[in-house]
């Protein structure tokens, strides 16, 4: 069913509590009923303050985050929800690196728990390049609850899909 394509990597029986979630129509109330509230995290520079926040609690010996803004350009059609980019420039005789976070636009109108679940995913791409074993066990360090956030946030691009919300 394409229309579960976010779930694609689920069990059949999850698939289908969600497939029933769909037709009786429960889907938003559920989510809305699990998470109620949004944050206030508007600006890039706020987000940029929130991140670093949480950088410091868990990563402080993490490489240095040079730029943190919201990206109109990442979204659902791109198929990528966050970016970390390191940029390396050559400075006299040196080697720099500029590490950027970029979360998609529409976390701004997400739950708290997602934003702090993409958030906590970019910062763990500063210790682990690749979505291995070790990254999400740091994901689940710096949020113990990352893989219930992110099956839900799951089940919310779902439900934006189905009513034509942002791409």
Not at 26 to 49: F, I, M, Q
Not at 133 to 159: G, I, N, S, V, W
Request: net charge positive.
């Amino acid at each position: 069913m394409d229309t579960l394509k976010y779930l694609a990597g689920y069990p059949a029986h999850i698939q289908d509590q969600v497939c029933a979630l769909i037709e009786q129509g429960r889907l938003a109330e559920t989510l809305k009923a699990r998470y109620p509230d949004t944050h206030a995290v508007r600006s890039d520079g706020a987000l940029y303050d929130y991140v670093m926040a949480l950088k410091q609690r868990h990563l402080r010996n993490g490489a240095q985050i040079n730029k943190v803004m919201y990206d109109s350009s990442l979204g659902l059609v791109a198929r990528a929800l966050g970016t970390h980019t390191t940029v390396s420039r050559v400075q006299g005789g040196k080697l720099k690196a500029k590490h950027e976070i970029r979360v998609a636009t529409l976390f701004r109108d997400a739950p708290p728990e997602f934003l702090k679940m993409i958030v906590v995913h970019e910062l763990a791409h500063l210790k682990s390049r690749e979505h291995d074993k070790a990254f999400y066990q740091l994901c689940t360090h710096m949020e113990p609850q990352y893989h219930q956030y992110e099956f839900d946030l799951r089940l919310h691009l779902t439900q934006l899909d189905l009513c034509g919300g942002p791409a």
